[in-house]
């Protein structure tokens, strides 16, 4: 019974999106498409100047070209502060770490008058690189908590080991923590993958110019001008939520951790 | 561990890029904010003229701002209990070792890849009432079908239900969230214990009731200040799916800053508002964060 709840949107997402012009018609909306067409993804793919639709393609590809650089930049980070805030704790390390977490929970309203104005400073606002910057900050805290949960777990008698063998602080973290890592790493990368590709608000500050908004931004637009065909709006949707659902269906064992982590659970 | 002061050093160098950027870019902006909503700052051009606490007392007489709280408000507590009702359900039905266990989780978690703004825009399709030439869409041409006809509603367009049509694709969204923590936390708790209850003559229900759901509270502590702090935020969603709505019906203060700020140019009404909004979610946040960390370390 709840499925069908949780199916219902998803329903209507592939009933509409794939059906062609001449049968989108608003009565039957909950039929399913006679024939699959493919006519609505090229448009919200393309765009069609005679509709007054601009395509999805280049944002699409924005936010690819944002998200990874970010996601990357963001879990290199926290992984070397996870390390450090789990086995070289000093005075006042809880403390600090404690600050860095609060972070991840401040309502962004609260940072972003500053924020434009130091990126215009920078010279940094309304672009991309501008963009995976901010991220990259606003990653920390969520990176440095999953980190630090999952170095946790690692035995602190192999580093003391690894010690007596004469290795230091950068020869253990290369040559013991990185290898072991992975597993952290993948639930980190989805976690700000999923984070960041879903993102709209900074998209929406930062990113003026309709050429260089991520998709989020420019699906909202879409679906905000009232004579685009919900055909399109709905094959726009699915498109942009295609990239998360990927991974969640190909890696949904991470993803589940990284959400639990999410949660504060592994404090 | 023992450090050298070499390793002493390289400690510091590891965390010192993210230190940086943190106290700048999280406090500092936070600090700057705060001064913003002192100024009197309402133009492109910045006037730091400081006028003391006149924002905030401004804003309190502020008809939007009033009715974004009781928005923000509503849409908490029913986004709270809905989803924490149908989280703990789902993850007892799901303990039940139910056949296809996996699929279903699957289902109720994806929504939480998904952005709001897909979200946003398919439920807008969706709690689209029609109008009187198209007659009813979407749930409601739905509920006419099975005979529900009488559980219709504007949805969002109706100044009545306003937030809380939002409500629904929030609870849609977030409580296969609840859910998977509520699954870990049953799935932490020793088998025995319902076990030895069972020999002693308890029911199910009787040891949902007096043994799994007492152990659950810190679950349900987390999922309260999880959610509430998303409610607090709540932004993309009412974007994509009903903008301030009918006599603000839909309204909520994170969209009040945003168009204050950055299409009314009052850049001090808008400082203010993500003051207001930063208090009430360090007020939850900062006693469960200590909480927390003591009881890690």
Redesign the interface.
């Known amino acids: 019974m709840f499925a069908i709840f949780y199916l219902l949107p998803v329903y209507v997402l592939l009933a509409t999106s794939f059906k062609s012009f001449a049968e989108v018609s608003l009565k039957d909306m909950w039929k399913l498409p006679q024939n699959i067409s493919l006519d609505s993804f090229k448009i919200a793919w393309r765009g069609d100047t005679s509709k007054g639709v601009t395509g999805l393609s280049k944002n699409f590809m924005n936010s690819i070209y944002l998200v990874i650089p970010a996601t990357l930049i963001s879990s290199l980070l926290g992984s070397m502060n996870g390390y450090v805030f789990s086995k070289w704790k000093f005075k006042f390390s809880n403390t600090v770490l404690a600050l860095i977490i609060f972070g991840m929970f401040i309502p962004y309203q609260s940072v972003l008058i500053p924020m434009v104005v130091v990126l215009q400073k920078i010279g940094l606002y309304g672009s991309i690189p501008g963009l995976i910057f901010i991220h990259c900050v606003y990653g920390i805290p969520i990176t440095t908590l999953i980190f630090r949960n999952y170095y946790s777990t690692v035995p602190t008698e192999l580093l003391e080991a690894a010690k007596i063998d004469g290795g230091g602080f950068l020869r253990i973290y290369k040559d013991i923590m990185l290898p072991i890592s992975m597993p952290g790493f993948a639930v980190v990368m989805i976690w700000q993958f999923t984070s960041i590709w879903n993102d709209f608000l900074f998209g929406l500050v930062v990113a003026q110019k309709p050429s260089i908004q991520p998709i989020t931004v420019a699906l909202n637009n879409l679906a905000g001008s009232y004579f685009v065909e919900w055909n399109i709006q709905m094959a726009g949707a699915l498109i942009t939520a295609v990239p998360p659902l990927l991974l969640y269906i190909f890696l949904g064992r991470y993803f589940m951790r990284g959400l639990l982590a999410g949660s504060l659970s592994g404090i | 561990?023992k450090?050298?002061k070499?390793?002493?050093i390289?400690?510091f160098l590891?965390?010192l890029?993210?230190?940086i950027?943190?106290a700048v870019?999280?406090?500092?902006?936070?600090g700057?904010?705060g001064w913003?909503s002192l100024t009197n700052w309402k133009d492109v051009v910045p006037d730091f003229t400081f006028v003391g606490f006149r924002n905030y007392i401004d804003l309190f007489h502020n008809l939007r701002f009033q009715i974004g709280l009781k928005n923000i408000l509503v849409f908490t507590v029913l986004f709270l209990v809905v989803s924490i009702a149908?989280g703990l359900?789902?993850a007892i039905?799901l303990d039940r070792k139910v056949r296809f266990e996996n699929v279903?989780r699957?289902?109720?978690?994806?929504?939480?890849?998904?952005?709001?703004?897909?979200?946003?825009?398919?439920?807008?399709?969706?709690l689209n009432p029609?109008t009187a030439t198209?007659?009813s869409?979407?749930i409601n041409?739905?509920l006419d079908?099975i005979g529900l006809g009488f559980l219709k509603s504007g949805w969002y367009t109706d100044p009545n239900v306003g937030i809380k049509a939002v409500v629904i694709p929030a609870v849609?969204q977030m409580s296969?969230?609840v859910m998977?923590?509520y699954l870990?936390g049953i799935r932490g708790i020793p088998q025995e214990l319902s076990e030895a209850a069972q020999v002693d003559g308890a029911s199910n229900w009787q040891v949902y009731r007096y043994i799994i759901l007492p152990l659950l509270q810190p679950?349900t502590l987390?999922?309260v200040i999880?959610l509430t702090?998303i409610s607090?935020?709540i932004?993309?969603l009412v974007?994509?799916m009903t903008g301030a709505g009918i006599g603000f019906s839909c309204d909520v203060p994170?969209l009040f800053?945003?168009d204050t700020?950055?299409r009314g140019n009052f850049?001090a009404q808008?400082?203010a508002?993500?003051?207001i909004?930063?208090i009430f979610?360090a007020i939850l946040?900062?006693p469960?964060?200590?909480h927390?960390?003591r009881?890690?370390?």
């Open positions: 561990m450090k050298t070499e390793e002493k390289l400690t590891f965390i890029p993210s230190v950027l943190i870019f999280v406090y500092g902006f936070i700057w904010t913003i149908i359900f789902l039905l279903f699957s289902i109720y978690l994806f929504p939480m890849a998904i952005s709001f703004i897909v979200t946003g825009v398919v439920w807008r399709w969706m029609g198209t007659g869409l979407g041409m739905l079908k849609w296969g969230y998977a923590m870990a679950i987390g999922a999880i702090h607090l935020k932004f993309d974007v994509a994170a800053m945003y700020t950055f850049f808008g400082a508002i993500a003051t909004l930063l979610v946040i900062i469960y964060l200590r927390g960390l009881e890690g370390s």
